[in-house]
T-cell receptor, first 112, second 114 residues
Framework: QKEVEQNSGPLSVPEGAIASLNCTYSDRGSQSFFWYRQYSGKSPELIMS????GDKEDGRFTAQLNKASQYVSLLIRDSQPSDSATYLCAVRRDTGRRALTFGSGTRLQVQP | DTAVSQTPKYLVTQMGNDKSIKCEQNLGHDTMYWYKQDSKKFLKIMFSYNNKELIINETVPNRFSPKSPDKAHLNLHINSLELGDSAVYFC?????????????FGEGSRLTVL
């Protein structure tokens, strides 16, 4: 079992729709969670972090965390073609080994 | 005024050769990292340095040797290159050693071993 699992996609949504990206993780000791966006041929950039159960909103982005289910998701409202990218989920323990563990990402395509 | 810069961006070389990648950050961050991204897009940490001190050393072959002359620079030297070393290598930095989630990445160095 991979430590961080994501559906590779592509996830295709029409412009203006809500895109829902999901991630599950296996390490119950994970305490911090991050979403990175990576455009094709570019480097990852941090878009959201979430540390406690529930929802966290930032503009069109909402991160959702459920530690009991070991599940974290990213919702993108009013999706735009410029949101087309690969979204990487990453988790981290906050004690001991603090290095991020990344999933392999979900490719999102927003159709104009 | 790129925040994290890596050189070279592309390397194409033969098996058995040695190559180096250089990284510099001008963000004033204390911690720098090397990550490897394979063809399946998995991004995996290799090394982390905090203020020139090695703090994370994942299970990486001895052929890979990082060097940090100061906290703004982190270089990666690879000896005896193998086909499996082909990947994109990303340098990254974070403000503090515990901010390992808030990474600023360089543009990547794509290594192709023939």
């Amino acid at each position: 079992q991979k430590e961080v699992e994501q559906n590779s996609g592509p996830l295709s949504v029409p412009e203006g729709a809500i895109a829902s990206l999901n991630c599950t993780y296996s390490d119950r000791g994970s305490q911090s969670f991050f979403w990175y966006r990576q455009y094709s041929g570019k480097s990852p950039e941090l878009i959201m972090s979430i540390y406690s159960n529930g929802d966290k909103e930032d503009g069109r982005f909402t991160a959702q965390l459920n530690k009991a289910s070991q599940y974290v998701s990213l919702l993108i409202r009013d999706s735009q073609p410029s949101d087309s990218a690969t979204y990487l989920c990453a988790v981290r323990r906050d004690t001991g080994r603090r290095a991020l563990t990344f999933g392999s990402g979900t490719r999102l395509q927003v159709q104009p | 005024d790129t925040a994290v810069s890596q050189t070279p961006k592309y390397l194409v070389t033969q098996m058995g050769n040695d190559k180096s990648i250089k990284c510099e950050q001008n963000l004033g961050h204390d911690t720098m990292y090397w990550y490897k991204q394979d063809s399946k897009k998995f991004l995996k940490i290799m090394f982390s340095y905090n203020n020139k001190e090695l703090i994370i050393n994942e299970t990486v072959p001895n052929r890979f040797s990082p060097k940090s002359p100061d906290k703004a620079h982190l270089n990666l030297h690879i000896n005896s290159l193998e086909l499996g070393d082909s990947a994109v290598y990303f340098c990254a930095s974070s403000q503090r050693s515990y901010d390992t989630g808030e990474l600023f990445f360089g543009e990547g160095s794509r290594l192709t071993v023939l």
